[in-house]
Nanobody, 126 residues
Framework: QVELVESGGDLAQPGGSLRLSCAAS????????MSWARQRPGQQLEWVSG????????YYRDSVKGRFIISRDNAKNMIYLQMNSLKFEDSAQYFC???????????????????WGLGTRVTVSS
């Protein structure tokens, strides 16, 4: 069965950095577009960043552009989110998610994803 396991969440100071990881199994990882999403307390799940199946194209929501970097290693079935210049508003539960679509289409609506993990908590606080 499909399994996505996130790790790397922690407490960080504003301006600091964290690297999130997601280990995937149970599907043809190299065929699936993948994304990171987050949910802040009391708010809806929101798409953060996505990457095509071959890793050639990446996409970001405006609020994280220039600060976050998504990447993947298809040989290891892993995706990553390097988070730099962290802000208080980046505090959230972060999830990796598998797109329903193969190839180059990276959806920004979470309804287009069919699996995600339990998440990892990022807290930005001074």
């Amino acid at each position: 069965q499909v399994e996505l396991v996130e790790s790397g969440g922690d407490l960080a100071q504003p301006g600091g950095s964290l690297r999130l990881s997601c280990a995937a199994s149970g599907f043809t990882f190299g065929s699936a577009a993948m994304s990171w999403a987050r949910q802040r307390p009391g708010q809806q799940l929101e798409w953060v960043s996505g990457i095509t199946s071959d890793g050639s194209k990446t996409y970001y929501r405006d609020s994280v552009k220039g600060r976050f970097i998504i990447s993947r290693d298809n040989a290891k079935n892993m995706i990553y989110l390097q988070m730099n210049s962290l802000k208080f508003e980046d505090s959230a539960q972060y999830f990796c998610a598998k797109s329903r679509h193969d190839g180059d289409y990276v959806p920004t609506l979470m309804g287009e994803y069919d699996y995600w993990g339990l998440g990892t908590r990022v807290t930005v606080s001074s």
